[in-house]
């Protein structure tokens, strides 16, 4: 969330006669896909993930299908809102791709991912390609061991606030599902993550996992 940190007016007179006050930071705000932390899911045209109504902004999760500044990468962004704090963590989808069994084609599109996200965020802090058993690594699997939750893919981004005023961290993932394939999940945390989470759970009794 951005604040504006102009000086008021009556204390034009002050600084004459005392010294400069320390430069404010002035770290950009993290925008991913140009929505902002205290956008309300209504006017980004979301729908309640539940089936609420999503002109109440109450806290829940919500999905929408566009962004100020969507990526052809992504077709859906889920948000975590808590109502009176703002969005708490923002996940971007992929389309799921099916029979994708070599992951060739899902591979081809985290790659795409990747370049998007590091453009904003820079070099991550932590790449990983984890597999359970040493035959998993072998492309030829991949789509089964990512279902299977064998293989685990992800770029790590850590203390974005250092770049970014409202920030905490990013993810980039590869995700699977029987029915539907494999996906590419871009998840970007906003400052307070975690006590936004906590107050999503207590407001609604559900966790919305990131």
């Not at 109450?58 to 859906?76: D, I, M, R």
């Not at 084609?105 to 802090?125: E, H, N, V």
């Amino acid at each position: 969330m951005a604040f504006d940190f102009g000086m008021l007016p009556i204390a034009l007179a002050a600084a004459i006669v005392t010294p400069s006050a320390a430069p404010q930071d002035t770290s950009p705000p993290m925008l991913p896909f140009g929505i902002a932390q205290d956008m309300r899911p209504s006017a980004l045209g979301c729908e309640a993930i539940d089936g609420g109504s999503s002109s109440a902004d109450a806290t829940g999760q919500y999905v929408c299908k566009g962004a100020p500044e969507a990526s052809s990468l992504f077709n859906e962004y889920i948000l975590a809102y808590v109502k009176g704090t703002g969005i708490c963590n923002i996940s971007a989808v992929s389309p799921y791709i099916a029979g994708d069994e070599d992951g060739r084609k899902t591979r081809a599109l985290f790659a795409k991912a990747y370049q998007l996200m590091s453009r904003q965020l820079g070099k991550p802090d932590e790449t990983v390609d984890h597999a359970e058993e040493g035959e998993l690594r072998d492309n030829s699997q991949f789509e089964a061991a990512i279902i299977n939750e064998d293989r685990q893919i992800f770029d790590q981004w850590n203390d974005l606030s250092l770049r970014f005023g409202n920030a905490e961290s990013a993810s980039l993932t590869i995700s699977g599902s029987e029915d539907l394939g494999l996906a590419v999940y871009g998840i970007f945390r906003f400052a307070g993550n975690d006590d936004c989470l906590r107050k999503l759970e207590l407001a609604t009794g559900r966790s919305a996992g990131e």
